[in-house]
Nanobody, 125 residues
C-alpha cells in the first residue's frame, strides 16, 4: 500500500522556522518527483515546492523562494520542507505528493497521483 505521511507542523510565531517531513512507503521512492502543496481555508491547493528524483532539480513558488528549502533523503524515503522566516500568510495545511511530472509540470497538482493526509501549519502574527 502506497502511503505518504507528513509530520512537523504546528503553531509558531511570525519569523520562526519549521521543518516538515514526509515519509513514503510502498513505492520506489527514488523514482518519484516529490512535491509540497498547501491549502488555506477557503482557498485552492497551491504549489509550494518540488524536487526531482535524486534532488538535482528543484522548483519553488515565488511566494516561498529564499525562505523555504525542499530536500530529500532517498535512503530514508523521506522528503523535507525547511521553512524559515514564516509569515502569517504561510498558514495552511501542507500536503506532500508523489508523481512523475516533467519539470515544467512540477507545479501542477494533477501531475501527482499520491498524496499524504496533510499537516497543519499555523503562523501567528
Amino acid at each position: 500500500q502506497v502511503q505518504l505521511v507528513e509530520s512537523g507542523g504546528g503553531l509558531v510565531q511570525a519569523g520562526d522556522s519549521l521543518r516538515l517531513s514526509c515519509a513514503a512507503s510502498g513505492l520506489t521512492f527514488s523514482r518519484y518527483v516529490m512535491g509540497w502543496f498547501r491549502q488555506a481555508p477557503g482557498k485552492e491547493r497551491d504549489f509550494v515546492a518540488a524536487i526531482s528524483w535524486i534532488g538535482y532539480n528543484t522548483k519553488y513558488a515565488d511566494s516561498v523562494k529564499g525562505r523555504f528549502t525542499i530536500s530529500r533523503d532517498n535512503a530514508k524515503n523521506t522528503v523535507y520542507l525547511q521553512m524559515n522566516r514564516l509569515k502569517p500568510e504561510d498558514t495552511a495545511v501542507y500536503f506532500c505528493a508523489a508523481g512523475t511530472p516533467k519539470y515544467g509540470d512540477y507545479d501542477i497538482s494533477r501531475s501527482y497521483d499520491t498524496w499524504g493526509q496533510g499537516t497543519q501549519v499555523t503562523v501567528s502574527s
